[in-house]
């Protein structure tokens, strides 16, 4: 299996789904936009991840390789390739098939549960109630095609899939306790006191519990999205 990362800043990872591609035997390759911008022919690739960052996918001025990051996301699309997209990722690929990225209604930091949705056909089953870890200000519409997954208190579009093998979290279910340590240490200046943000030790004490659920969630969701 040929695994393509989309890596936007060097401390979001791709947590716990490094043993599951590893399980896999899957050669994982990365574009790392913060040292290259190169793309491959994703006629070449079997499963794209597109992890997440503290950018929108509105600073194309900025961050000029929005652009072909996001048509890279449109033509993996349109060859039926598995597309996971998390937090940023997510937007990205809402963003890419045409959806709107907005500032939220609240801003979600820390440990949150979501609720999925009951939905017919051929969908990801989310398990309902489960704490999950957020970091995000932005939200999205559902892009033409979408089922909504799952949603919450804070932000209604938690999660969705198109077609078989598209899927979208806003929430983070490869978090583990070093890579939640790592984004609290390079953005703990946006912990600000609101209604959906927790503090640093809260969250540090909840991911030494939480990882554990919501990495085995990762895992059914990558067997899915390939299977």
């Known amino acids: 299996m040929n695994v393509h990362v989309l890596q936007h800043v060097p401390f979001e990872g791709i947590g716990s789904m490094e043993c599951w591609l590893a399980d896999q035997n899957a050669n994982t390759r990365y ?10 022919d994703p006629r ?24 072909s990051e996001k048509e890279f996301i449109r033509q993996s699309t349109r060859l039926g390739l598995p597309v996971i997209g998390i937090c940023l990722g997510a937007q990205l690929i809402a963003n ?3 959806a709107r990225v907005y500032p939220g209604s609240h801003t979600e930091i820390g440990w949150f549960p979501v609720e999925a949705l009951d939905t017919d056909g051929d969908v990801f089953q989310l398990p309902s109630g489960v704490p999950v870890f957020q970091w995000h200000r932005e939200t999205f519409d559902l892009p033409a095609g979408a089922v909504r997954l799952a949603g919450s208190e804070a932000c209604e579009n938690q999660a969705f899939q198109i077609g078989r093998n598209i899927v979208g979290l806003q929430f983070h279910l490869e ?6 340590a790592l984004i609290l240490e390079n953005c703990r200046g946006e912990l600000v006191q609101g209604e959906y943000v927790q503090t ?25 999205v390939t299977t």
């Not at 574009?31 to 491959?40: A, G, I, N, W």
């Not at 809260?202 to 067997?223: F, H, W």
């Open 175 to 180: 978090t583990t306790p070093e890579s939640a």
């Open 96 to 98: 890419a098939l045409g």
């Open 31 to 40: 574009t790392r936009f913060y040292e290259s911008t190169k793309l491959p």
């Open 44 to 67: 070449q690739i079997d499963l794209v991840i597109a992890m997440g960052g503290p950018m929108s996918v509105n600073d194309e001025r900025e961050h000029p390789w929005l652009a």
């Open 200 to 224: 640093e030790p809260a969250i540090r004490e909840i991911s030494k519990t939480a990882c554990v659920e919501i990495n085995q969630i990762m895992d059914d969701l990558l067997s899915y």
